[in-house]
């Protein structure tokens, strides 16, 4: 089965840029999609693809992907995007794959 | 707009059958390409993708659950039901069902938590 290992917990302060990485094996072939999860809330879409937006997501946040590794960039941390974050991919035998999740405190 | 909404038991005893209802509005599970999944969350606890059901009735199951899963779309209600049968107090859990968007899901539903006790 397919694993996808992030940080247990980031923490920035309010302004500065975080990363939260998602690491798995040749990740860099796969579309990652990124989660934002607040306290009692259900998931929200941020990143796509890699790379793209939803509509309504901040361009503060963005992502990349190569290699093993697949990073969610935060710029500009304001106090509201203190939340959970999941990376999540396809793949073709473990189908739908979710990180364990970062915990990010601002 | 695409809005999804989950309904069923908040309690179920060990050994029994949960049965879960996805209700959804601003897309069609008759139109080509479109799909529905669930995905659970144990409180405190990670995201873990359950089953998809698509358009054409092609189903998808978690490898680890495949044996207790079941899902069903009634396409004139516009509703998807998942059963997991012989509950386990380790499924207690918030169940999410959420709208397929490329390979991301996308929105999601509100979540509905089960909890699994006797």
């Known amino acids: 089965s397919y694993v996808l290992t992030q940080p247990p917990s980031v923490s920035v302060a309010p302004g500065q840029t975080a990363r939260i990485t998602c690491g798995g094996n040749?990740?860099?072939?796969?579309?990652v999609h990124w989660y934002q999860q607040k306290p009692g809330q259900a998931p929200v879409l941020v990143v796509y693809?890699?790379?793209d937006r939803p509509s309504g997501i901040p361009e503060r946040f963005s992502g990349s992907n190569s290699g093993n590794t697949a990073t969610l960039t935060i710029s500009r941390v304001e106090a509201g995007d203190e939340a959970d974050y999941y990376c999540q991919v396809w793949d073709s035998s473990s189908e739908w794959v979710f990180g364990g999740g970062t915990k990010m405190t601002v | 707009q695409i809005t999804l909404k989950e309904s069923g038991p908040t309690l179920v005893k060990p050994t029994q059958t949960l049965t879960l209802t996805c209700t959804f509005s601003?897309?069609?599970?008759?139109?080509?390409?479109?799909?529905v999944g669930w995905i659970r969350q144990p409180p405190g606890r990670a995201l873990e993708w359950l089953s998809l059901i698509y358009w054409d009735d092609d189903k998808r199951y978690s490898p680890s659950l495949k044996t207790r899963l079941t899902i069903t779309k009634d396409t004139s209600k516009n509703q998807v039901v998942l059963t997991m049968t012989n509950m386990d107090p380790v499924d207690t859990a918030t169940y999410y069902c959420a709208h397929l968007y490329s390979t991301s899901f996308d929105p999601w539903g509100q979540g509905t938590l089960v909890t699994v006790s006797s």
């Open positions: 693809d890699d790379s």
């Open positions: 601003g897309f069609s599970l008759s139109t080509s390409g479109v799909a």
């Open positions: 040749n990740i860099g072939s796969k579309s």
